[in-house]
């Protein structure tokens, strides 16, 4: 046995299992098991990340600047208050090990995103999981859970995996609510998905303050998972602080590149946006004509909860589907064990997929 001994807390972290992506003999697969845009990559990205091919000798802009601009842009904002990072994973972590550590709480909802645990583990801090309301964060809970030692609050808005998100007015209600010495990170992954009109991925908040941080990724709607990119808007002292710990060529060339290409490809998102708001009620309605209860999501997946018994459980939902190269998700990480879900795909995806259910929601 080795005499080294890792920091407190390391040893407690379960690694994170990513959505499966193979089934043994399966021909055809569809994966719906990571959040990844239906529709891919837009080509104008796929045909940039080509292009940086015979410069992959050359270290990539460690500022990512071009990047940071095209973002600034489309989105409004000022690119020096962004940080990209190599996913916002990145992000999310490098955010607790820098403003937490041992003897410090880190909250978050009961059901959220299963890589926060991890993530206050790996900074040395204790996760405290707070008490939802129907699958959805209770701002009243997690403000009674406040204590002394409460040093971030990680919001995904919307959630993964309940696809349950909260308005712009009990976000600003939470953080009001908080100490001021408490970091909010607002992780609106999916937030190019959501039509509800109360909702604001939270610009405004990061604007208002001191402590607050938006992240967001180019995994999901602009379907970049593979190039591993996202981004942080701060505000900036929070800048400072991460240009300090983040390495220092963190987003390598292809994906500065297919970023650009990307987030300027506004048609291609308004597509993958559209195709979702089709189909994301659509595969909703199918599942709970099955019989199955839905989560209502504002994502680009659904989260279904099977019956608990009878044959007709998550886990037996699951290899039943995988029998027909179909691979969705298990919510049981996120403390749902009657949980799957299902990532939006293609129209022949979904149709097949909720043939799939229907059939095996029949009764015998
Ligand atoms: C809520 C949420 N936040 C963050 C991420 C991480 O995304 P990435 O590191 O690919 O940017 C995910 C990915 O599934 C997510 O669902």
Redesign the pocket.
Known sequence: MSILVPRPGIMEISPYVPGESEIEGAERLIKLS??EGALGPSPLAVEAYRSTAAEAHRYPDGDSTALREAIAARYGLDADRIVC????????TLLARSYAGPGDEIMFGEH??V?YPLIALSAGATPVKVAETDYTLDVDALLDRMTERTRMVYV?N????TGTCISADEVARLRAGLREDILLVI????AEYVTRNDYSPGIGLVDAGDNVVM??????IYAL?GA???WAYCPPSIVDVLNRVRSPFNINIAAQAAGIAAVNDVEFVTRSRDHNTAWLPWLSERLAEAGISVVPSA?NFVLGRFPRDGGRTAAEAIAFLKTRGIIPRSAAGAGIPDGVRITVGLEEEMRMTAEAIAEFMEPS
């Open positions: 990571a959040n990072g190599a996913g916002s994973d990145e992000l999310l959220a995103f890589m995904a919307p959630n993964n995996p992780d609106a992954a999916y992240t967001r990724t180019f995994s999901k998972g591993r990119l996202g994502g």
